[in-house]
């Protein structure tokens, strides 16, 4: 029997039932009430079934009712399904009926009743599971049609038919639905459900007047610019959870409305759609485009797109938990105390919040308390040096030069290549290639991989400081960007190291004015 999850299910007893009499009627029976699609979410399909079902228990004069509602199952697909043995089967999911099949075998109910065996089942499994119970228990089973009788072999005989009719005829509205879906994959256009992220601007219905449609050909620009932004972030070295923080921060939801999650954000930069490119059961179908303005003018370029999912694919990428930093040095600032001289690997700075009434935030060494600096005049000082190095006319110097690399033949060759490491280590599990030549083969094959993946790594680079080296707006634009891209810039662009200095009042001190000492922040542009 099935693990029964309740939450998918929901049993109902109806009031002012009829009372069981005579010694062969069931004094406790059980029905089965099942939707494959309820629209609205309003459980109105099962409820008209409940009505019948109390109306057939009345004539025939049974117990007390107990109907179990399965609204929303299908009952033809097929999921993976873990047995209480911990064995997996791909089965249909009917946790309702699979757990009124465990009552019934466990005498708790000594009656079955549905609408129509269609209602029932539509999977010949579920019936072969019911009727075994059924006919071993000697349970009386009805339905409003006539058409579950299950207790003789010429009825289960024909309950056979009906449930191989049906489907049968799941199968045809199954196919015919991926047909149609293909049909509209390969004219560019959106299969339905709920609207891609970017995509599906309102407009007017054309021959009815006030009447609004969702156009998912068109895009939604300030959905756009986020997705755009977020593919140059990752090919510049801005990790995911980076600009999860920041989307999260600025109150951008998801098509649902919820915060944005790394998965979810990875998901959408990944999606070939951003390109313009037609998608069908997970495939790229390859020569279509998406009609319409998306299609004319994807959202990113086909050879970004590959980069970032190159990017965000490659099993070799190196993922950070915990949480993103709100600083622009945390783990980035050097420590330039004495006795982290020399120190390898280099000593940097985290935020932390100092004792006292106040409790303001500071940069403290994370080897050792030997040095601090208050976070927000440090931060403000690197600032103000970042920026006017970048506003300098010759910081486009400072720009990695760019190449034209096919990064969809390098993806093709690196598959290649996996696959043919994988095909080496067959040979080798089944005798047929010794270790010695093993050795050699994947060897080759593995630096020839190491190069493809090397190649796959500089194409997908976006530097950083590009839009912002030798712009004289260099400040405004700083201002304007996510703490993410900013990082990746200091990291870039310059060394900080944070030194010691003497405590007490600096020279000049005037009532008022701070502590900080700007002497104490050196910013050195990083070796290239």
């Not at 801005?238 to 600009?243: A, C, F």
């Not at 403290?364 to 600096?373: D, F, I, M, N, Y």
Request: proline share 7%; with cysteine; aromatic share 4%.
């Amino acid at each position: 029997m099935t693990t029964v999850t309740p939450a998918a299910y929901q049993i109902f007893t109806p009031p002012g039932q009829p009372s069981a009499s005579g010694p062969d009627v069931p004094q406790h029976p059980v029905a089965i009430a099942r939707i494959s699609f309820d629209k609205n979410g309003d459980m109105h399909g099962v409820e008209r079934q409940e009505d019948r079902l109390i109306k057939l228990n009345g004539r025939l004069g049974w117990g007390p009712l107990t109907i179990v509602m399965e609204n929303d199952i299908s009952g033809y697909k097929r999921r993976r399904v873990v047995r209480t043995d911990g064995t997996i089967e791909h089965r249909v999911y009917r946790p309702g009926l699979r757990a009124i099949i465990g009552w019934l075998d466990q005498g708790l109910y000594d009656g079955l009743l549905a609408v129509d065996s269609d209602r029932a089942f539509r999977d010949p499994y579920d019936l072969e599971d019911t009727a075994h119970v059924v006919r071993a228990r000697g349970i009386p089973q009805e339905s409003v049609t006539g058409t579950l009788r299950l207790t003789s072999d010429g009825d289960l005989t024909t309950t056979r038919i009906l449930t191989a009719v049906a489907n049968k005829s799941s199968m045809d509205t199954a196919r015919r639905v991926a047909d149609a879906r293909l049909d509209i994959a390969m004219a560019g256009g959106w299969g339905g459900g709920r609207r891609p992220f970017g995509f599906g601007m309102r407009v007017e219905h054309p021959t009815k007047p006030g009447l609004m449609l969702l156009d998912v050909t068109q895009l939604v620009e300030g959905e756009v610019s986020e997705i755009v932004s977020g593919c140059k972030g990752v090919l510049s070295g801005v990790s995911l959870r980076e600009q999860v923080a920041d989307l999260n921060t600025r109150a951008v939801r998801t098509v649902t409305g919820k915060p944005w999650t790394g998965q979810a954000w990875r998901d959408i930069l990944i999606r070939p759609r951003n390109a313009g490119l037609v998608v069908h059961r997970g495939q790229v179908v390859e020569g279509r485009v998406l009609a319409g303005p998306a299609g004319e003018n994807p959202i990113v370029s086909r050879a970004t797109w590959e980069a970032v999912t190159a990017t965000l694919t490659s099993p070799h990428r190196r993922t950070t938990p915990g949480p993103a930093p709100r600083w622009l040095g945390s783990g980035i600032y050097r420590c330039g105390h004495p006795d982290c001289a020399g120190r390898d690997p280099v000593s940097v700075m985290r935020v932390g919040t100092s004792g006292g009434k106040g409790r303001h935030k500071r940069y403290g060494c994370q080897v050792k308390a030997h040095l601090s600096r208050a976070a927000a005049p440090t931060d403000a000082r690197v600032r103000a040096i970042v920026v006017a190095l970048l506003a300098q006319p010759d910081a486009v110097r400072y720009l990695t030069p760019t190449m034209q690399v096919d990064t969809a033949a390098l993806n093709r060759e690196a598959s290649e290549l996996e696959t043919r490491l994988r095909t080496l280590g067959d040979l080798v599990e089944s005798g047929a290639m010794q270790g010695p030549d093993f050795q050699v083969r994947s060897k080759r094959v593995r630096v020839k991989l190491t190069e493809v993946r090397s190649r796959l790594e500089a194409a997908a680079g976006v530097d950083p400081l590009a839009g912002v080296a030798g712009n004289p707006k260099a400040a405004t634009i700083w201002d304007g960007l996510p703490l993410s891209r900013r990082r990746e810039i200091l990291k870039r662009l310059v060394v900080v190291t944070v030194l010691p200095v003497s405590n007490g009042r600096p020279r000049g001190w005037q009532p008022g004015g701070t502590y900080f000492q700007n002497s104490s922040i050196d910013v050195a542009l990083a070796p290239r």
